[in-house]
């Protein structure tokens, strides 16, 4: 006979709801894990998913500034007269390309002398802001993801183009990668209007503005390195 202890249970009863207990509590731990770990990899995918468009995205904006800002001159009327307008212009379609256009790179320069073929990462930071409110309307992780875009272009278009132009031997200097990327700007120096992307290259493949290489580019680069 089994002697009842507080609440009308046996001792016996209580050892058989422990025992019966402990798969039930495994269980749950297994599936509170599970669903934790679910959620962070939901989350993951989707940090991945915005900041694989949003670089594209990236792209399409490098591209259009490039090549409708940079390489055209003001044609409104009230941006005519507008200095910081006309030297957008000045100085990429004019100085940077004659200087690039028969050598694609030379001597490194001191820093502070480079601002021609640098970007600046916090004016790109200040940029960024209308786009992450726009996308705010929509998610807050888009809107938070975007400036990070951007700071991580900015740091990538400077390293690269800064190695291209301005050669320092940089870790990456020989990867194939990167050689492709020299080729395809190299391009761009003598076809002003192709190839107008440096680091990610979504917008010259999405609006058909990738150049071709002839015979005598080829040789051209190979006397540069680049191929």
């Known amino acids: ?4 202890s507080g609440g009308g249970y046996s001792r016996s009863e209580k050892a058989r709801a422990g025992k019966e207990s402990r798969p039930h509590k495994a269980a ?20 991945a998913a915005w900041f694989v468009g949003l670089s594209v995205v990236m792209s399409l904006i490098e591209h ?14 009230f941006l005519r007269n507008l200095a910081s307008r006309r030297k957008i212009f000045s100085s990429h379609a004019s100085e940077h390309h ?3 256009r028969k050598s694609f790179h030379d001597d490194p320069v001191p ?11 916090l004016e790109g930071l200040v940029e960024s802001l209308p786009v992450s409110l726009f996308l705010a309307l929509f998610s807050t992780t888009g809107a938070l993801v975007f400036p990070v875009v951007v700071c991580l272009h900015h740091l990538l278009w400077n390293l690269i183009h800064m190695e291209m132009h301005k050669p320092e031997g940089r870790f990456f200097s020989k990867w194939p990668i990167f050689k492709s990327l020299a080729r395809h700007h190299y391009l761009h120096h003598r076809y002003p209007d ?4 440096v680091a990610v290259l979504a917008g010259d493949f999405l609006f058909g503005t990738m150049a071709k290489a002839s015979d005598a580019d080829w040789q051209a680069m190979k006397a540069e390195g680049l191929a």
């Open 28 to 47: 749950r731990i297994r599936d509170t894990v599970a669903n934790q770990w679910g959620g962070v990899m939901a989350m993951c995918l989707t940090l």
């Open 194 to 197: 192709k190839n107008f992307n």
């Open 111 to 121: 820093r502070g002398e480079d601002r021609g073929i640098r970007l600046n990462i």
């Open 98 to 100: 004659r200087q690039y």
């Open 64 to 77: 259009q500034v490039h090549a409708r800002l940079m390489h055209r001159p003001p044609k409104l009327f």
């Open 1 to 4: 006979m089994a002697v009842e």
